[in-house]
T-cell receptor
Framework: GAVVSQHPSWVICKSGTSVKIECRSL??????MFWYRQFPKQSLMLMAT?????????EQGVEKDKFLINHASLTLSTLTVTSAHPEDSSFYIC???????????FGDGTRLSIL | GENVEQHPSTLSVQEGDSAVIKCTYS??????FPWYKQELGKRPQLIID?????GEKKDQRIAVTLNKTAKHFSLHITETQPEDSAVYFC??????????FGQGTILTVHP
């Protein structure tokens, strides 16, 4: 069964809206979670590493003030896309792993469409 | 940081044929190499993985080989079936835990 719960699965909203995406680990206390973005017909690109109880680590080129990450508990990380614009439309997906050299478990993803 | 190159970008085979996808990586510290299958609109699913202390691993019709010296690894699918059609991603992970994906290969298996 699923070990990562991500929702919502699909969001359509107007430009300028802020959207929050939740990622819950169901069977593991994950101190670290990862957020990826996937544009159509492209690969998954790591956006940031979410660290429980501390600030997220963002990849180069990802605006930390636009993509707010909160990892307040060992089972929940949230990604908020602030003031979303059409170019933010993408497939956002979270994951976590159980330790070094372990497979990552992915959420079902959130398809975000900004009109 | 790590850079993973994946080829080919598209691969079309007849049912029953074999399919091979190749990847190279740049960071010699990378020590874990998973392969994912992603169907349209769905999350990536792990199909096989290999660690740097192993040169080859097989699971039924799927096998992965790793050449650490050359920094490349390959996915081999034998006796392909139409349901194998999907996008396949290789990935590499270093000890610091970040997963870097290849560009993806669209595999089409024709009945």
């Amino acid at each position: 069964g699923a070990v990562v719960s991500q929702h919502p699965s699909w969001v359509i909203c107007k430009s300028g809206t802020s959207v929050k995406i939740e990622c819950r680990s169901l069977d593991f206390q994950a101190t670290t979670m990862f957020w990826y973005r996937q544009f159509p017909k492209q690969s998954l690109m790591l956006m940031a590493t979410s660290n429980e109880g501390s600030k997220a680590t963002y990849e180069q080129g990802v605006e930390k003030d636009k993509f707010l990450i909160n990892h307040a508990s060992l089972t929940l990380s949230t990604l908020t896309v602030t003031s979303a614009h059409p170019e933010d439309s993408s497939f956002y997906i979270c994951s976590y792993d159980r330790g070094p050299n372990q497979p990552q478990h992915f959420g079902d993803g959130t398809r975000l469409s900004i009109l | 940081g790590e850079n993973v190159e994946q080829h080919p970008s598209t691969l079309s085979v007849q049912e029953g044929d074999s399919a091979v996808i190749k990847c190279t990586y740049s960071d010699s510290a990378s020590n874990y190499f998973p392969w994912y299958k992603q169907e349209l609109g769905k999350r990536p699913q792990l199909i096989i993985d290999i660690r740097s202390n192993v040169g080859e691993k097989k699971d039924q019709r799927i096998a992965v080989t790793l050449n650490k010296t050359a920094k490349h690894f390959s996915l081999h699918i034998t006796e392909t079936q139409p349901e194998d059609s999907a996008v396949y991603f290789c990935a590499a992970i270093a000890s610091y835990g970040k997963l870097t994906f290849g560009q993806g290969t669209i595999l089409t298996v024709h009945p």
